[in-house]
């Protein structure tokens, strides 16, 4: 409550305060007035001579000027204090601003079980694991089957192109074959089909195709 209440008593306060400064400043000025009119008075008692005159406005100056001076030193007193009074205020709210910080953060501890807490990252954990160990799985899957397809379609391709290399290689054998050869007998032709065989492993295995 008295938190609460606190900020309007500063504000109240410094406006009695700065009704305070502007009545010395009122105060000074009327000081200063009457100072001027006691010089005047004093050099006006000198030119005619009249000395005791002088020395009871000399008396009424000096007393005036004591009065003018403590003017000044209240009104620094009053400065002070409304300073302070701004300082205390700005305290205040910092204190204020601690206080709902803290009871926030209060709030919120009492919500926030550190064992819950802690349980909730390791499951957070744990089932982030099983998600990439499950994406991780279905990507092996795909790759193989993937994979697999590009492997077949790479081995038919080889063996496509060995067996046009083998089928173009045997043309020229053939073609260069003599001409005594055609007339041999079926064990002859035996004898050529049986190279022609270890040719074609030969060139099989050289291709890296089993």
């Known amino acids: 409550a008295i938190n609460i209440f606190f900020p309007d008593i500063i504000k109240e306060q410094n406006r009695e305060l700065r009704g305070t400064q502007r009545a010395i400043s009122r ?3 009327a000081l200063e007035k009457q100072e001027k009119q006691l010089e005047l008075e004093i050099k006006k008692m000198a030119k005619t001579g009249n000395k005791e005159a002088c ?8 007393q005036l000027r004591k009065q003018k001076n403590r003017t000044y030193a209240v009104s620094s007193k009053v400065t002070s ?19 709902a910080t803290a009871k926030t953060m209060q709030a919120v501890n009492k919500k926030m079980d550190p064992q819950k807490t802690l349980q909730t990252m390791q499951n957070f954990q744990k089932e982030n694991m099983k998600m990439e160990m499950t994406e991780e799985m279905i990507n092996d899957t795909l790759d193989d089957i993937f994979d697999a ?19 173009i290689e045997i043309s020229g054998k053939m073609a260069k074959a003599p001409s005594a ?9 035996s004898t050529a089909t049986t190279i022609s065989d270890e040719e074609i492993e030969r060139q099989l295995k050289a291709l890296g195709v089993d």
């Open 149 to 167: 397809s590009d492997e077949e379609e790479e081995s038919q391709d080889i063996v496509n192109q060995v067996l046009d290399e083998i089928g």
């Open 81 to 99: 204090m409304s300073t302070q009074t701004k300082v205390m205020n700005s305290q205040m709210k910092m204190a204020g601003a601690m206080s």
């Open 181 to 189: 050869a055609r007339g041999l007998p079926s064990a002859s032709a």
């Open 55 to 62: 020395k009871v406005l000399a008396k009424q100056l000096v």
């Open 27 to 29: 105060d000074r000025a």
